[in-house]
């Protein structure tokens, strides 16, 4: 199972799109872990969207269009509406 996920980080109104294998790991990584990745410049990130995919190819392909502008528009609004809430 692969998850293709979205994080937010309220401080710097970022956002990262990514897939794993290994949620938990992976957003202990991006959260504490990490010490040279992109990621560690706007900790803390809030994990805001996932979706669960059975292959690698399916979560790629996923990745890939939340990457574009119509996506990122798509995760935008969904951030502003947690933020709403």
């Given at each position: 199972?692969?998850?293709?996920?979205?994080?937010?980080?309220?401080?710097?109104?970022?956002i990262?799109?990514?897939?794993?294998?290994d949620l938990p790991n992976r957003l202990r990584s991006h959260n504490q872990m990490g010490?040279?990745?992109w990621t560690i410049k706007f900790r803390p990130w809030e994990l805001v969207f996932t979706e669960e995919f059975q292959t690698k190819t399916e979560a790629m392909k996923?990745?890939?269009?939340?990457?574009?502008?119509?996506g990122r528009d798509e995760i935008w609004r969904i951030i502003k509406g947690r933020i709403h809430d």
């Open positions: 199972m692969f998850t293709v996920y979205v994080l937010f980080a309220p401080n710097q109104k970022k990262y799109i990514g897939f794993t294998c010490t040279k990745d996923r990745e890939k269009n939340l990457k574009g502008a119509k």
